[in-house]
T-cell receptor, first 113, second 112 residues
Framework: EAQVTQNPRYLITVTGKKLTVTCSQN?????MSWYRQDPGLGLRQIYY???????DKGDVPEGYKVSRKEKRNFPLILESPSPNQTSLYFC????????????FGPGTRLTVL | GQQVMQIPQYQHVQEGEDFTTYCNSS?????IQWYKQRPGGHPVFLIQ?????EVKKQKRLTFQFGEAKKNSSLHITATQTTDVGTYFC????????????FGQGTELSVKP
């Protein structure tokens, strides 16, 4: 089944404790992206990647890192999480950067205490 | 930076009534995509509009792209309880690496 998977689905952590949220897609998509969703703000892009070893900042990249060592995986790293990073995070992928629908993962609900 | 404004934020309707959400931008939109997110779920792609003045239909859903490519709308005829969720428009901005710039979404509730 074609899908985007994320892990973990839920995470409660404390300020400053490094964490990684994994994202994987099995559709051979070139384009992958991370979004955070907050009430009243919709979805905002954190980072995106147009292909392996190519990543770039979105609208809200502060406090986050990403890597794209392989086509299928696009982990999101929070080196020192803070409470303002409490949010619902979605990974998404699309065939390419040009005009294709994005397929979203199931989401990761992160709480930073 | 570019902003995509979406109204209304909430809409409560009786089952069978129509529903419309509007998406506006001060700058020209590249491609408008519409997504639906069910409560507790993730956004799911509905459709993409590319051409000025384009109109597309999916059963009871009608999507329009403005002539000036600065606005778009989604209209649902005769809502059903299965239409419940949040509807987002998003501009796929090729000048910014193809990222999706989302509107704030319209949350639709349908009373049976």
């Amino acid at each position: 089944e074609a899908q985007v998977t994320q892990n973990p689905r839920y995470l409660i952590t404390v300020t400053g404790k490094k964490l990684t949220v994994t994202c994987s897609q099995n559709m051979n998509h070139e384009y992958m992206s991370w979004y955070r969703q907050d009430p009243g703000l919709g979805l905002r892009q954190i980072y995106y990647s147009m292909n392996v070893e190519v990543t770039d900042k979105g609208d809200v990249p502060e406090g986050y890192k990403v890597s794209r060592k392989e086509k299928r995986n696009f982990p999101l790293i929070l080196e020192s999480p803070s409470p303002n990073q409490t949010s619902l995070y979605f990974c998404a992928s699309s065939l390419s950067v040009v005009g294709n629908e994005q397929f979203f993962g199931p989401g990761t609900r992160l709480t930073v205490l | 930076g570019q902003q995509v404004m979406q109204i209304p934020q909430y809409q409560h309707v009786q089952e069978g009534e129509d529903f419309t959400t509007y998406c506006n931008s001060s700058t020209t939109l590249s491609n408008i995509q519409w997504y639906k997110q069910r409560p507790g779920g993730h956004p799911v792609f509905l459709i993409q509009l590319v051409k000025s003045g384009e109109v597309k239909k999916q059963k009871r859903l009608t999507f329009q792209f403005g002539e000036a490519k600065k606005n778009s709308s989604l209209h649902i005829t005769a809502t059903q309880t299965t239409d419940v969720g949040t509807y987002f428009c998003a501009d796929r901005n090729y000048n910014q690496g193809g990222k999706l710039i989302f509107g704030q979404g319209t949350e639709l509730s349908v009373k049976p």
